[in-house]
């Protein structure tokens, strides 16, 4: 799956066959998974919503028994240099925490609101000026499709729910 949120672009996928309950979270560049770490550290050390634990200069999340840190992996010379293996839960709980921070009306905006005061006007150029790429790619490329299904079935629920209806009598009483 990829993704893009105000913390940056990943490419998300479940590596190994034999642990279910781990996805790898890949990305281009290292600060995007530093903010995606940081996202769920600090939901955690800033709230009541789980177990936070530092250890030296070391902190992290406990989840389901185990120290998670969300160590990041680099890998020179791959499409995607920078990985993390989190647990499932804990990334559905990013997703949670991403969609929970929505208050924007335009994504692109808000992003390079965010990436500049993160990183810089350079750095929120160079991302926003993809993002609008990618964009302009979705909006010339994707297929629409103009037969949709929703719309029929409502129109079809509709008249069997109108053929349910009793007919209203004309006579008074």
Request: overall charge negative; proline content about 3%.
């Amino acid at each position: 799956m990829w993704l893009f949120t105000e913390d940056g672009y990943f490419s998300v996928m479940q590596e190994r066959t034999d642990v279910l309950d781990a996805l790898y979270v890949r990305a281009r560049d290292e600060q995007s998974l530093c903010a995606l770490r940081e996202r769920l550290v600090s939901q955690v050390r800033d709230t009541s919503q789980g177990v936070y634990i530092k250890t030296g200069g070391t902190d992290g999340i406990m989840h389901r028994g185990k120290f998670w840190v969300g160590t990041i992996d680099a890998y020179t010379g791959t499409d995607y240099e920078y990985r993390m293996e989190i647990p499932r839960e804990l990334f559905m709980a990013y997703l949670t925490l991403t969609v929970d921070g929505i208050n924007y009306r335009n994504f692109k905006d808000r992003a390079h609101h965010v990436w500049e005061e993160a990183w810089g006007l350079p750095l929120a150029n160079a991302r926003s000026s993809a993002l609008t790429e990618v964009w302009g790619t979705m909006a010339s490329i994707w297929p629409r499709h103009t037969d949709r299904p929703i719309l029929k079935l409502v129109q079809v629920l509709k008249e069997e729910d109108d053929d349910d209806e009793p007919a209203e009598s004309l006579d008074e009483d």
